[in-house]
């Protein structure tokens, strides 16, 4: 059973960055596509940030986060990385990382494509 661990949440001042790991084992990485959600108390979960396997590197951001959120992977570490820049209150949230075994195409944002998740990690911007 694939198993994923986030790490690298905590208190970060607006406008600052912040780099969240998404480490999996149990699993063969590079044979999944990872996908960054987050969801803020009291709203639906939200697909921020996604990509496919690491020799074709195809990524997707939400709207709220192009520009700001970059994911990447290191299949040699079994780690993805969603790296936050510029960050706002408004991306205060718990941030989940989640996969599917998948070979080609494009990445989805969507919740029910993923079958495995960690148990996300909190990120809280203060002003």
């Known amino acids: 059973q694939p198993q994923l661990e986030e790490s690298g949440g905590g208190l970060v001042h607006n406008g600052g960055s912040l780099r969240l790991s998404c480490t999996g084992s149990?699993?063969?990485?590079?044979?999944?596509?990872i996908g960054w959600f987050r969801q803020a108390p009291g709203k639906e979960r939200e697909g921020v940030a996604c990509?496919?396997?690491?020799?074709?590197?195809?990524?997707d951001y939400s709207d709220s986060v192009k520009g700001r959120f970059t994911v990447s992977r290191d299949n040699t570490k079994n780690t993805a990385y969603l790296q936050m820049n510029s960050v706002k209150p408004e991306d205060t949230a718990v941030y989940y990382c989640?996969?599917?075994?998948?070979?080609?195409?494009?990445?989805?944002?969507?919740?029910?494509?993923?079958?495995?998740w960690g148990q996300g990690t909190q990120v809280t911007v203060f002003s």
């Open positions: 149990e699993m063969t990485f590079y044979g999944y596509y």
């Open positions: 990509i496919s396997r690491s020799s074709v590197n195809i990524t």
């Open positions: 989640a996969a599917v075994p998948r070979f080609e195409g494009m990445c989805e944002r969507t919740e029910h494509e993923y079958g495995y």
